[in-house]
Nanobody, 125 residues
Framework: VQLQASGGGLVQAGGSLRLACVVS????????AAWFRQALGKKREAISA????????YYLDSVKGRFTISDDAAQSTVFLQMNNLSPEDTAVYYC???????????????????WGQGTQVTVSS
């Protein structure tokens, strides 16, 4: 399984970014993908996840209403649209994927064996 993440960058508070994660090497309709982030000095946390076959999603409370996860089957890509960004969203963002992730484990780091490289998101005040 290979994951290629992109889309990070520098944005002002209130701005938007869209992250993309191209997933290859898993049956498309049987995997889940997630976005995690790790801010400097903090633990990695799950911010959003999606189970492709039924579209079930997970969102961290602090990003609900601002971030939207989606997928594009034709591109085998999972997107994370991030709106109304704040400096607290500054972190390295990672995508992860695995097959047959059960719903209760969507936000669990240990559920994902495949990880992409991180992409830096920096939000200035």
């Amino acid at each position: 399984v290979q994951l290629q993440a992109s889309g990070g960058g520098l944005v002002q508070a209130g701005g938007s970014l869209r992250l993309a994660c191209v997933v290859s090497g898993v049956p498309y309709d049987d995997y889940a993908a997630a976005w995690f982030r790790q801010a400097l000095g903090k633990k990695r946390e799950a911010i959003s996840a999606i189970r492709i076959r039924d579209g079930r999603t997970y969102y961290l409370d602090s990003v609900k209403g601002r971030f939207t996860i989606s997928d594009d089957a034709a591109q085998s890509t999972v997107f994370l649209q991030m709106n109304n960004l704040s400096p607290e969203d500054t972190a390295v963002y990672y995508c992860a994927a695995d097959s047959s992730v059960i719903l209760s484990n969507l936000a669990s780091q240990t559920a994902y064996r495949s990880w992409g490289q991180g992409t830096q998101v920096t939000v200035s005040s």
